[in-house]
Nanobody
Framework: QVHLAESGGGSVQAGGSLRLSCAVS????????VGWYRQSDGKERELVAA?????????NYADFVKGRFTISGDYARETVTLQMNNLQPEDTGVYYC?????????WGRGTEVTVWGRGTEVTVSS
């Protein structure tokens, strides 16, 4: 069994940053890749970024996060981190850590990310 525990979600204004962490434990040998997925209201779960276990190979990013998000792994601490910069309201959702091992997917419980718009000024005059 592989156990995944996410942390680091929260609320931030558009343009802000958050850092998500996934602690990997249990039977970690032969994990092929660890990644982050997200699910927004009314949408299917989608890949955000993934990294091969052990650090070798290319990182895989969804087009909508390229240049803004960075995935990295600390293999000594068995932690995979997702640094998210320039967050936008459309990035709002539940972010899940995923590990692929021997043809099976393992999931964490998810961590919620909410991105608020910058707002717009309304002036009422009589």
């Amino acid at each position: 069994q592989v156990h995944l525990a996410e942390s680091g979600g929260g609320s931030v204004q558009a343009g802000g940053s958050l850092r998500l962490s996934c602690a990997v434990s249990g039977t970690t040998i032969r994990i092929g890749a660890v990644g982050w997925y997200r699910q927004s209201d009314g949408k299917e779960r989608e890949l955000v970024a993934a990294i091969p276990a052990g650090g070798g190979g290319e990182r895989n990013y969804a087009d909508f996060v390229k240049g803004r998000f960075t995935i990295s792994g600390d293999y000594a601490r068995e932690t995979v981190t997702l640094q998210m910069n320039n967050l936008q309201p459309e990035d709002t959702g539940v972010y899940y850590c995923n590990a692929k091992r021997r043809g099976r997917d393992y999931w964490g419980r998810g961590t919620e990310v909410t991105v608020w718009g910058r707002g717009t000024e309304v002036t009422v005059s009589s």
